[in-house]
């Protein structure tokens, strides 16, 4: 009877022990505070984004205007330092289609009158901001001004021309990897946003074309843009 006795005892103990770490064990993860979400130190999420190019001077404006568009689609992450202060990384792909006017003044690339004509560019876009948050919030995102730069690599430069010829056909041709285009392009972004919708500005300071060619296509593109946020 002794035996058995102290053998329960024994087991009480074990078993008493036992949880007395269970329990220390869970209290000290649930300590940890989390360091991911849209207003906490790291954060990163896709976005979505159409733009349209504006011309800002009147005589060399050789676009159809509203035709003319911009696509984004990328990459963000943002890194925290305190509630007003944030830097940010973009990483995009830009589908750019400039839209030309068929007409008798037309110069750009050629004097060719077409009955349909584009340029495509599509850019591996980075870009890197700085945020400043305005407003109190949670762990949210809140309003914001973005402000920064970004550079383009143009891998797909094409003009592209349509024409109806005879019995009603229709002739449809590209020239690819245009010499003229610059292979690169840098410019200035900027946004302002509330939560997962913002208006955006971008402005190339580079030029597109090369070799003389001139007028310029669009320096300015304002769009809107949409944040995937989890």
Request: positive net charge; charged residues 20%.
């Amino acid at each position: 009877m002794k035996s058995l006795l102290t053998l329960m005892i024994v087991c009480l103990s074990f078993f008493a022990f036992s949880q007395d770490i269970v329990l220390s064990q869970d209290v000290k993860s649930d300590s940890i505070r989390p360091t991911n979400g849209p207003n906490l130190k790291n954060y990163k999420h896709l976005y979505v984004g159409l733009g349209f190019p504006v011309f800002t001077n009147e005589e060399v404006n050789y676009l159809k205007p509203g035709t003319s568009m911009v696509v984004d689609y990328g990459i963000r992450y943002k890194r925290r330092f305190n509630n007003t202060f944030a830097l940010l990384a973009d990483l995009s792909v830009n589908w750019a289609s400039y839209k030309i006017k068929q007409d008798d003044g037309k110069s750009v690339p050629d004097t060719v009158v077409n009955d349909k004509a584009k340029f495509q560019i599509n850019s591996l876009t980075p870009a890197l901001f700085a945020r400043i948050n305005v407003g109190k919030r949670g762990n949210y995102i809140g309003n914001y001004l973005d402000l920064g730069a970004y550079g383009n690599w143009n891998w797909k430069k094409s003009y592209k021309t349509v024409n109806k010829i005879d019995n009603n056909q229709v002739e449809r041709n590209a020239i690819n990897r245009l010499s003229y285009i610059e292979p690169f392009a840098y410019g200035l972004m900027a946004r302002i946003g509330i939560g997962r919708y913002a208006i955006s500005a971008r402005y190339r300071m580079s030029d597109l074309f090369k070799d003389g060619i001139h007028p310029e296509l669009p320096r300015l593109t304002l769009g809107l843009e949409l944040g995937i946020l989890k």
